[in-house]
């Protein structure tokens, strides 16, 4: 009798059955079981050239499971790289490109810093801070009371952005000596700052948007010089023949 006729145990098939519990784990997920199978079957292989010739082969699979990086930038170098990330770095093989090593992807960054340094005063942002600290190591003269003045009036402009309101410039000028570190004081001052009615005038003009190009504008109908509606073309009434 033909032994693929013979019919099997059904106990024998659910007992070489395979449950996700019991496999190992998948280092990139997204290529699959088959693929890493594949991996795992040409890092033990033996010999040199078949175990090259079955890392290119496995390449090419690879490649050909994602079309979409087929226009990335040195896209082989990173198929290399992912094949032996998928074999933990086991696989002895002849890349075209540096080999990836364990301890070079598990780097970490350094912690960035953040520039805010003035959390209480946000509204006023950080090229204001950037600024007082260039007015802090300016000389004394004209040219730095007329950047101060200039600092303090771009601070009571952002000022108003946020509040929306009126401020006095005496608040402006505490502000403005807290962030220097005592350095820039106009407390005592006779110094006046912009009118805030044309603060408020200009923060309206800058915050209008534009509309992109390409877009529509609404036309009104009605005669931009006489408020009248626009008269109706003669032939706009005509009957279709």
């Known amino acids: 009798m033909n032994s693929k006729y013979i019919k099997e145990n059904s106990n024998d098939v659910v007992h070489h059955l395979e449950y996700n519990a019991e496999r190992s784990h998948l280092i990139i997920p997204e290529y699959g079981r088959h693929l890493q199978k594949l991996i795992d079957q040409a890092t033990i292989i033996e010999d040199d050239v078949e175990r090259n ?25 990173k198929l290399w790289d992912q094949i032996f990330i998928m074999s933990d ?18 780097l970490k960054p350094d912690v960035l810093q ?20 260039v007015a802090n190591k300016w000389e004394e003269g004209e040219m730095k009371n007329a950047l101060v003045k200039v600092i303090a009036n771009h601070m009571k402009k952002s000022y108003l952005s946020w509040n929306k309101d009126t401020v006095k410039d005496d608040v402006i000028f505490e502000h403005l000596y807290e962030l220097s570190d005592g350095k820039l004081n106009l407390i005592q001052s006779t110094e006046e700052l912009l009118n805030t009615t044309d603060l408020l005038r200009t923060n309206k003009r800058v915050s209008n948007k534009i ?31």
């Open 53 to 77: 010739k079955a890392a290119k082969y496995i390449i090419q699979v690879m490649g050909s499971l994602n079309p979409h990086l087929r226009d990335v930038p040195d896209f082989q170098h």
């Open 89 to 106: 770095f086991k696989l002895v093989a002849d890349s075209p490109y540096p080999i990836p090593s364990r301890e070079v992807l598990q």
């Open 114 to 133: 953040y520039p805010q340094n003035f959390p209480k005063y946000r509204y006023y942002g950080n090229n204001i801070k950037y600024m007082i600290d």
């Open 211 to 241: 509309l992109p190009v390409g877009q529509p504008k609404i036309l009104s109908n009605k005669n931009l010089k006489t408020g009248k509606p626009n008269p109706i073309h003669k032939n706009q009434n005509r009957k279709p023949l």
